[in-house]
C-alpha cells in the first residue's frame, strides 16, 4: 500500500492564481482530512469528509473547497490565492471504529504564495 | 472540542525515561486522547491512543488518571531519533458519533535528545 500520497510536493503560486493539491489514499479509509501548519505552529483543519459524497467546514475552510466523489480521492481546491495561504498542506485518512481511529498522514505541500 | 495544554519544550539524554504530561480540564465524556509525533518536513505520525487508566504499545505508554482531566506519554529509554514535536489530541472517535475525528493540534511539546 502507499498510504496516503499528495501532489505536488511544493508549489509556487502568484496571488489571484488557483489551484489544486491533491490527496489519495489506498486503505479503504471512510473519513478523509486536509489540514494546514504554518511555521512553529500545529496543525489547523481546513475540511473533512465521512465519506464520498460527504464534506463539511473544519476550524479554518475560509479560502478553500473540497470535493469527495470517490472513496480514494479528496483533492483541495485554492481558487484565489493569498500570501496568508502560504503554509505546508498535509492529507490524513483514518477508518474509525468504536475501539480507536488513527488518522494517517501525507508527506505534505509546501505551498507558497507571492 | 477539548483545549489542551502541554510544555512548549523538554530536553532529556539518550536513555532516558521521558514523560510529557498534557492538561485537558475540558475532555467530554466520548472523547479520546490521542498523541502523535511529527518530524521536520513530515507529516504527524501516530503514537497512541486511550481512553481511561493505562495503554502501552511497543512504543510507549500513555496514562490516564480517573478524571481524565490529564494525561501522561511516557517514552522509556529515548534515542536521538526520538527528537521530534509531541503533540496531545482530545476529540472523539469518529465511529463513536460517526461525525469524524476533528482534532485540534495545539503547538505541541518539542523534545530534544542529546548525547
Known amino acids: 500500500n502507499a498510504g496516503v500520497t499528495q501532489t505536488p510536493k511544493f508549489r509556487i503560486l502568484k496571488i489571484g492564481q488557483s489551484m489544486t493539491l491533491q490527496c489519495a489514499q489506498d486503505?479503504?479509509?471512510?473519513?478523509m482530512y486536509w489540514y494546514r501548519q504554518d511555521p512553529g505552529m500545529g496543525l489547523k483543519l481546513i475540511y473533512y469528509?465521512?465519506?464520498?459524497?460527504?464534506?463539511d467546514k473544519g476550524e479554518v475552510p475560509n479560502g478553500y473547497n473540497v470535493s469527495r466523489s470517490t472513496t480514494e480521492d479528496f483533492p483541495l481546491r485554492l481558487e484565489l490565492a493569498a500570501p496568508s495561504q502560504t503554509s505546508v498542506y498535509f492529507c490524513?485518512?483514518?477508518?474509525?471504529?468504536?475501539?480507536?481511529?488513527?488518522?494517517?498522514f501525507g508527506p505534505g505541500t509546501r505551498l507558497l504564495v507571492l | 472540542l477539548a483545549k489542551t495544554t502541554q510544555p512548549i519544550s523538554m530536553d532529556s539524554y539518550e536513555g532516558q525515561e521521558v514523560n510529557i504530561t498534557c492538561s485537558h480540564n475540558?475532555?467530554?465524556?466520548?472523547?479520546?486522547i490521542t498523541w502523535y509525533q511529527q518530524f521536520p518536513s513530515q507529516g504527524p505520525r501516530f503514537i497512541i491512543q486511550?481512553?481511561?487508566t493505562k495503554v502501552t504499545n511497543e512504543v510507549a505508554s500513555l496514562f490516564i488518571p480517573a478524571d481524565r482531566k490529564s494525561s501522561t506519554l511516557s517514552l522509556p529509554r529515548v534515542s536521538l531519533s526520538d527528537t521530534a514535536v509531541y503533540y496531545c489530541?482530545?476529540?472523539?472517535?469518529?465511529?463513536?458519533?460517526?461525525?469524524?475525528?476533528?482534532?485540534?493540534f495545539g503547538t505541541g511539546t518539542q523534545l530534544k535528545v542529546e548525547l
Open positions: 489530541l482530545v476529540g472523539d472517535i469518529g465511529g463513536v458519533t460517526g461525525g469524524g475525528n476533528k482534532l485540534t
Open positions: 486511550g481512553y481511561k
Open positions: 475540558n475532555i467530554a465524556t466520548n472523547d479520546y
Open positions: 490524513a485518512s483514518s477508518y474509525a471504529s468504536l475501539q480507536e481511529e488513527t488518522q494517517y
Open positions: 469528509s465521512v465519506g464520498a459524497g460527504i464534506t
Open positions: 486503505m479503504n479509509h471512510n473519513y
